[in-house]
C-alpha cells in the first residue's frame, strides 16, 4: 500500500517523534545543567510547535470566513461554499499532484468521509453565519469538538470544563436560541457535529496518505459534493471574475492554509487536544466578525465565549500536566 505509512526514514522517524542514536558527546552535553536546559527547552519548542500550527490555521480560517459573509450577498451561502471548495481543490491538486494508485479500499474510504466531512461542516456552518453573527456561530460550532474532546480522554475535569463551556453557550442564547434565530444556532450545531468527523478524519488521512495529497483528494470529493448546491443557488453568477477573485481568496484563507497546518498538526497532536485547542476560534470568530463585518458584541455575548474560551484553556492545561506526569517513552 502506497502512503505515508509505507515510507521508512530517518527523516520520518523524527517528524513522528522518534530521536537517533546519540553520540557520547551529545550524550554528555544532554546531562550537564546547560544541556538539561536546553533540552527542556527543545522539548517546549516541539510541544508548542504544532499548537501554533493551529492557532495560525484558527485565525486564518475565521479571517476568511469573514470575508466569506462579505461574498455571500453575491454568490449565497451555498455559492461561496462551492466557490471556497472547488477552488481550494483545484489549488491543493495542482500543488500536491496526489497519486491515485496503491491504496486500499480503506484509504479510499477515509478520504470519502473526511470530504463529505468538510463538506457538510461548510455547507451547515455558512448557512449558520448567513443568519447569525460570526462569533455566535463558531462559539456553538465548537461544541462538536469539545464533546469530541471529553469522549475521547473520558476524565472528570474535562467533563467540568464541558459543562463551563455549556454554561458558557446557554448564556449566548439568552436562555432561548430563538433570540439567534433558531435555525441559524441549528445549522451551527450541526456543523459542530461534522467539525468533530472532521478532526477525527483529518487525523486519520494524516496517518494514511504522504504529504498533503489526502487532503487534497479529500478536498476535491468534497468540491463534487458541494458543487450542485451552489449551481442551483447562485447560477452563473460564480462565473463572474470578481466574484472568482474572492472566492479565491477565500479558498486560501479558509481551506487550503488552515487545513493543511491542522493535518500537519495533528500528526503530533493528540486528536483530544486538537478539539480543546479549537475552543479558542469564537474568540478569533468575534474579532473577525467585529474587524471586518463591524459585528459588535452584547456584554453577555463576549462574557459567554469568555467562559467558553476559559473552559479550552483548562481543558488544555489538564491535558499538558496528564502528559507531564507520564513516564518518558523509551
Known amino acids: 500500500m502506497q502512503g505515508s505509512e509505507s515510507v521508512d526514514s530517518p527523516v520520518k522517524d523524527i517528524a513522528a517523534g522518534a530521536s537517533p542514536a546519540a553520540s557520547p558527546d551529545a550524550t554528555r552535553t544532554a546531562a550537564s545543567p546547560a544541556g538539561a536546559a536546553v533540552t527542556a527547552r527543545a522539548a517546549r519548542a516541539a510541544r508548542l510547535g504544532p499548537v501554533a500550527l493551529v492557532v495560525a490555521g484558527g485565525l486564518s480560517v475565521q479571517f476568511g470566513s469573514a470575508v466569506a459573509v462579505l461574498l455571500m450577498p453575491r454568490a449565497g451561502a451555498l455559492g461561496v461554499v462551492t466557490l471556497r471548495l472547488v477552488l481550494a481543490a483545484a489549488v491543493l491538486?495542482?500543488?500536491?499532484?496526489?497519486?491515485?494508485?496503491?491504496?486500499?479500499?480503506?484509504?479510499?474510504?477515509?478520504?470519502?468521509?473526511?470530504?463529505?466531512?468538510?463538506?457538510?461542516?461548510?455547507?451547515?456552518?455558512?448557512?449558520?453565519?448567513?443568519?447569525?453573527?460570526?462569533?455566535?456561530?463558531?462559539?456553538?460550532?465548537?461544541?462538536?469538538?469539545?464533546?469530541?474532546?471529553?469522549?475521547?480522554?473520558?476524565?472528570?475535569?474535562?467533563?467540568?470544563?464541558?459543562?463551563?463551556?455549556l454554561g458558557g453557550v446557554v448564556l449566548l442564547s439568552g436562555g432561548?436560541?430563538?433570540?439567534?434565530?433558531?435555525?441559524?444556532?441549528?445549522?451551527a450545531l450541526g456543523a459542530g457535529a461534522m467539525w468533530a468527523t472532521y478532526i477525527v478524519f483529518s487525523a486519520r488521512t494524516g496517518r494514511r496518505f504522504p504529504q498533503a495529497d489526502g487532503l487534497a483528494l479529500a478536498m476535491a470529493f468534497g468540491a463534487l459534493l458541494s458543487l450542485p448546491f451552489g449551481v442551483v443557488e447562485a447560477g452563473d453568477k460564480l462565473l463572474v471574475p470578481s466574484t472568482i477573485g474572492l472566492g479565491l481568496a477565500v479558498a486560501l484563507m479558509s481551506s487550503v492554509l488552515p487545513y493543511t497546518l491542522e493535518l500537519i498538526a495533528l500528526r503530533r497532536l493528540p486528536a483530544p487536544t486538537f478539539a480543546i485547542l479549537m475552543s479558542l476560534e469564537p474568540a478569533i470568530a468575534a474579532g473577525a466578525g467585529f474587524l471586518v463585518l463591524s459585528q459588535a458584541l452584547a456584554l453577555t455575548d463576549a462574557l459567554a465565549i469568555a467562559l467558553v474560551i476559559a473552559a479550552s484553556m483548562g481543558a488544555v492545561r489538564t491535558q499538558m500536566k496528564r502528559a507531564a506526569a507520564l513516564p518518558p517513552q523509551v
Open 93 to 165: 491538486l495542482i500543488v500536491c499532484r496526489p497519486k491515485v494508485r496503491g491504496y486500499g479500499r480503506a484509504d479510499w474510504g477515509t478520504v470519502v468521509a473526511f470530504g463529505t466531512a468538510m463538506a457538510g461542516m461548510n455547507i451547515l456552518f455558512y448557512q449558520a453565519a448567513d443568519r447569525i453573527p460570526l462569533g455566535a456561530a463558531v462559539t456553538l460550532e465548537v461544541l462538536g469538538p469539545l464533546v469530541l474532546s471529553v469522549i475521547a480522554s473520558r476524565r472528570l475535569m474535562n467533563l467540568l470544563w464541558a459543562g463551563l463551556a
Open 176 to 187: 432561548g436560541f430563538d433570540r439567534l434565530d433558531p435555525v441559524g444556532a441549528a445549522f
